[in-house]
């Protein structure tokens, strides 16, 4: 029989894992057209920028949307879990705000060091605005994730965001042109949506549960206590995940980060599973570790890992077989393109594989430990980068990338069990790795085109399916693909 935290993951991912799927589709759509519209150097430098934007939203961020979980989770009825969040959202917002000040006047000088073109001051400049608009929609994310109310209507904005970013990067097309500004226009204004609807959310939340917590630990100094080491973990894990795109531009230029850009695009549907389950898994960590029940935290540690494995191994299978059916909608997709992502497709697969390692150090208390992971393989990534990308272009690029991400999950698997002593491996883990080599047969032999794509997407998908229920489901991975497909269903 299934257990409440079972239940309450299933419940959590037939949600997320939904909206996060059509949410990225839909992104992949919008990229694809940019790419399509865009010249190669302009699509280059919306890539680059917008990967730009994004490592400098973890500085303004401070670690605080962990920080705010971890406090919300543990004692959700109490004044404390308010006190943390409204403490968060003041923190970060002002951060942020000044930090897109600080990009906005330093523009120019920024833009000489990445592409000295006009157009990239002036996307920066227009970029910069998000900031603290993304600082206030992942606080009030982590603040529903925290109290379990991460329902559909909160996560409306997975399907509108890439709406709104086509329709604004059209309206500023009209005043740009179609060009990067255009483009990062049309994000800025995207979340800014995204912003407002999280924030709508969160003030309709009336917290339920229990909790006592403790005096003042929602004001500024314990909860800066909590968050630096995740602030730090943050960045650092920005730079050697997102660094890659921007050092090629900076290496070999906008081009080259163009050619590299469906890469950058498709790398995060790999890890998707796994992303979209720590969200309903992070409060469910924190909980379990108050308790002491460790047996319990192992078994929903690998029941995570076991889903988000099944979940990411068709697309990687595919990618492998086949990388150009994947690149087929990029206009400008090429050979060493197809290369890069072969390289991420494993990379991600074996983060998979080790399954949810930072959020269970965050939510454990050993947030500073995720430091040494992430710290050596961020100067890995600079030292591969450098090494790599002259010579090799954005297959250096991913090699680089790659390695750095092996090593810090490899470290975190390591940490996790010198520190809890539990693992995520188990014999079933094997099983959706074999199914994976039906979408592969399926892929290899379709060929190329649209067609190809179409016929891989059907056939390789329901073989898929059929070998993974073939082989046989624990009750706890049935419960919560059944919550995924009824979320679906509906």
């Not at 500073?368 to 954005?394: E, H, I, K, M």
Request: charged share 10%.
């Amino acid at each position: 029989m299934a257990t409440a935290d079972t239940r309450a993951l299933a419940r959590g991912a037939g949600v997320m894992l939904p909206a996060t799927l059509l949410g990225n589709l839909l992104l992949l759509g919008l990229d694809t057209y940019l790419n399509g519209a865009l010249p190669l150097a302009e699509y280059g430098l919306y890539g680059a920028v917008k990967r730009l934007l994004q490592i400098a939203g973890f500085v303004g961020l401070l670690g605080m949307e962990n920080a705010v979980i971890r406090a919300v989770a543990r004692a959700p009825g109490a004044a404390s879990a308010q006190a943390a969040v409204r403490t968060a959202m003041v923190a970060t917002v002002a951060t942020s705000a000044a930090l897109a000040l600080a990009v906005y006047l330093g523009a120019d000088a920024l833009a000489a060091r990445v592409d000295d073109a006009p157009s990239t001051a002036s996307a920066l400049r227009v970029g910069a605005l998000s900031l603290p608009l993304a600082s206030a929609r992942l606080v009030a994310v982590a603040a529903a994730q925290g109290w379990g109310t991460l329902v559909p209507r909160a996560l409306v904005t997975f399907l509108v965001w890439p709406v709104a970013q086509f329709l604004g990067f059209l309206t500023m097309a009209r005043g740009f042109g179609y060009t990067g500004v255009a483009a990062v226009s049309g994000y800025t204004l995207a979340m800014g949506l995204g912003a407002a609807q999280a924030w709508w959310h969160l003030s309709r939340v009336r917290p339920r549960g229990s909790g006592v917590g403790h005096p003042g630990e929602g004001a500024l100094a314990p909860m800066l206590a909590v968050a630096w080491p995740l602030w730090a973990q943050g960045m650092a894990m920005s730079l050697y995940t997102w660094a890659d795109q921007v050092l090629l531009a900076g290496l070999r230029g906008a081009e080259a980060a163009g050619v590299y850009g469906p890469v950058a695009v498709v790398a995060p549907l790999f890890g998707l599973g796994l992303g979209a389950l720590n969200s309903a898994f992070a409060p469910i960590i924190a909980r379990k570790h108050a308790e002491g029940d460790r047996d319990g935290l192992r078994t929903m540690y690998q029941l995570v890992t076991r889903v988000a494995v099944v979940l990411a191994v068709p697309a990687v299978a595919v990618a492998l077989a086949a990388p150009m059916t994947v690149l087929v909608p990029w206009s400008n997709a090429s050979p060493e393109a197809a290369t890069a992502l072969r390289i991420t497709a494993v990379a991600q697969l074996l983060c998979t594989g080790v399954g949810s390692v930072n959020y269970l150090l965050i939510m454990c208390g050993r947030q500073r430990d995720t430091l040494y992971n992430a710290v050596p393989a961020v100067f890995l990534n600079l030292a591969l980068s450098l090494l790599l990308v002259p010579a090799l272009g954005v297959t250096g690029a991913a090699l680089a990338n790659a390695a750095a991400m092996a090593l810090a999950n490899g470290l975190g698997l390591w940490q996790v069990w010198r520190h809890l002593r539990i693992h995520p491996f188990t014999p079933r883990l094997w099983r959706p790795l074999l199914a994976g080599l039906v979408p592969a047969a399926v892929a290899w032999f379709a060929g190329g085109g649209c067609a190809g794509l179409a016929l891989t997407l059907v056939a390789g998908g329901a073989g898929y399916l059929a070998a993974v229920w073939a082989m046989g489901l624990d009750e706890g991975e049935r419960s919560v693909i059944d919550a995924i497909r009824r979320r679906v269903g509906r």
